[in-house]
């Protein structure tokens, strides 16, 4: 990727806003946070990169996530084992439990903690020069691979060795492979440098972040058709990847609840 060095800031004109509260996510969680922190008379900024209607929250139709009342008393808890219970058939509504419960917990939160129009403190000078810079090399990408051939690299790498079924050695195969097309970041490509409608630029961002997607899948993939049992005492982790050039970190699984109302749902065998 032969791009510029460091651009300045005077490169780009931006316009800094303050807020009392930044949500991060137009789905059923984070309209009902919005809505709860707007009715606390917090100014509010709810970020997106899709419309609100792409949001999984779309499928939260009724059926089984419904609260019918009708048998008894409706509970936060129907609502959680819906969720967690993960029907298929999305009469479930999977983010229900975040829309009813953490999005309005959210907005009573920032009710009680934020006040309404107080000053923020200023940022650091260079604050968002990273992102910038990222945005920058990204948009001046000058290498001799197009971001489709690179993102359809990644896809037959993962349909190939990272499906539903698959062995140690087509995930050992694999993530040698995904690191081969990481590589392939340097070499891109951005035809487009405008700053308006750029569809190359926006697909070349979204493949940095899909790249590191993939990685993290690759390497952290489970099941194996190898070893059929499970074997929670030294695999069940989270895995949360900070993706510079290399690594990925875990973080190990807290089997405890932040509630005496409930106990956690203990881990069950995958049967088909």
């Known amino acids: 990727m032969d791009a510029i060095a460091t651009p300045s800031r005077a490169a780009y004109g931006f316009v800094d806003h303050t807020y009392d509260v930044v949500v991060v996510g137009a789905g059923g969680a984070g309209l009902r946070a919005t809505l709860g922190m707007g009715a606390a008379h917090l100014k509010t900024a709810c970020i997106t990169k899709v419309f609100p ?20 008393e409706d509970d936060w808890r129907w609502h959680m084992y819906d969720t967690v219970k993960g029907p298929d058939c999305r009469l479930g509504t999977y983010s229900l439990l975040d829309l009813v419960v953490f999005g309005r917990a959210a907005a009573l939160r920032a009710a009680e903690v934020v006040p309404p129009g107080a000053s923020q403190p200023p940022l650091p000078s260079r604050a968002g020069e990273n992102a910038l810079d990222r945005f920058d090399h990204t948009r001046h990408a000058d290498g001799g691979t197009s971001v489709a051939a690179l993102r359809l690299e990644i896809q037959r790498t993962m349909q190939t060795h990272a499906v539903v079924f698959r062995s ?23 035809a487009d440098r405008s700053l308006i409608w750029n569809s190359d630029l926006a697909e070349a961002l979204e493949l940095q972040n899909l790249m590191a997607n993939a990685m993290a899948t690759m390497v952290s ?21 900070w993706c510079d050039s290399q690594g990925d970190v875990y973080r190990p699984v807290r089997m405890q609840t932040l509630t005496n109302e409930v106990s956690v749902f203990p881990p069950r065998t995958r049967v088909y």
């Not at 993939?221 to 990847?241: I, K, V």
């Open 53 to 72: 209607t792409r949001s999984h929250t779309v499928a939260a139709q009724g059926g089984i996530g419904a609260a019918l009342g009708n048998m008894g």
């Open 168 to 190: 140690s050695f087509s995930l050992k195969d694999g993530v040698e492979k995904m690191r081969r097309v990481w590589g392939g970041l340097s070499d891109m490509e951005v």
């Open 221 to 241: 993939a489970e099941a194996h058709d190898d070893y059929p049992e499970r074997d929670d005492a030294n695999w069940m982790q989270h895995t949360l990847a």
